[in-house]
């Protein structure tokens, strides 16, 4: 059973850059067709800011594009999101997931980020 | 971008009653549609992948139809632990899109 934990610093503050990193145990990411990264801000609903193929190939959200980064590392079994120029509206809680199917499974808990 | 329209907003229901949530896109999907459960304070779970095929562990009182620009999730015999949030997302074309989600309430 794979699972799936994302991480975080919780608040950063405006202009700054964040990283995330997704751990990936029971399972090596190589087993994943692709990886992605779907945001959710309070109260709100869901978006998908990312995915990485497991040849290399990356996809971005037209809202994030030129501000964000997903890379893979095949050693660490990581998967990371580094985003920049970060405003308010980038709060949300971040989740990463794999593939099963073409399709976002199995997802991780999350983690919250605030930018304030 | 491909938008997802959900309806209703809010569905409430009782135990044994069946749900019927929709998700109108904005141009064809070809069938790769999904739909995700997300119980409070849980992420999302895959529930129906490619329309009308349950993922692993799902119930058969969740079922899945549609074509083209319209789908559906009908869900059976309503159980309070269906209360959720329920989204649906496209994988036909990028950027991947999710539909605003509907709530069902089951007491």
């Known amino acids: 059973q794979v699972q799936v934990q994302e991480s975080g610093p919780g608040l950063v503050h405006p202009s700054e850059t964040l990283s995330l990193t997704c751990n990936v145990a029971?399972?090596?990411?190589?087993?994943?067709?692709?990886w992605g990264w779907i945001r959710q801000p309070p109260g709100g609903g869901l978006e998908w800011i990312a995915s990485i193929y497991s040849g290399g190939n990356k996809f971005y959200h037209p809202s994030v594009k030129g501000r964000a980064t997903i890379s893979q590392d095949r050693s660490k079994n990581q998967i990371s999101l580094r985003l920049t120029s970060l405003t308010a509206s980038d709060t949300a809680i971040y989740f990463c997931?794999?593939?099963?199917?073409?399709?976002?499974?199995?997802w991780g808990h999350g983690t919250r980020v605030t930018v304030s | 971008e491909i938008v997802l329209t959900q309806s209703p907003d809010t569905l409430s229901l009782s135990p044994g009653e069946r749900a019927t949530l929709s998700c109108r896109a904005s141009q064809s999907v070809d069938n790769y549609l999904a739909w995700f459960r997300q119980r409070p304070g849980q992420p999302p779970s895959l529930l129906v992948y490619?329309?009308?095929k349950r993922a692993t562990g799902v119930p058969a009182r969740f079922a899945g139809s549609g074509s083209g620009t319209d789908y559906t999730l009908t869900i059976t015999n309503l159980e309070p632990e269906d209360s959720a949030i329920y989204y649906c997302?496209?994988?036909?074309?990028?950027?991947?899109?999710f539909g605003q989600g509907t709530r069902v309430e089951v007491k």
């Open positions: 490619d329309t009308s």
């Open positions: 997931a794999g593939s099963w199917m073409n399709w976002f499974a199995p």
């Open positions: 997302q496209q994988r036909n074309l990028w950027p991947r899109t």
């Open positions: 029971g399972g090596s990411i190589s087993e994943s067709q692709f």
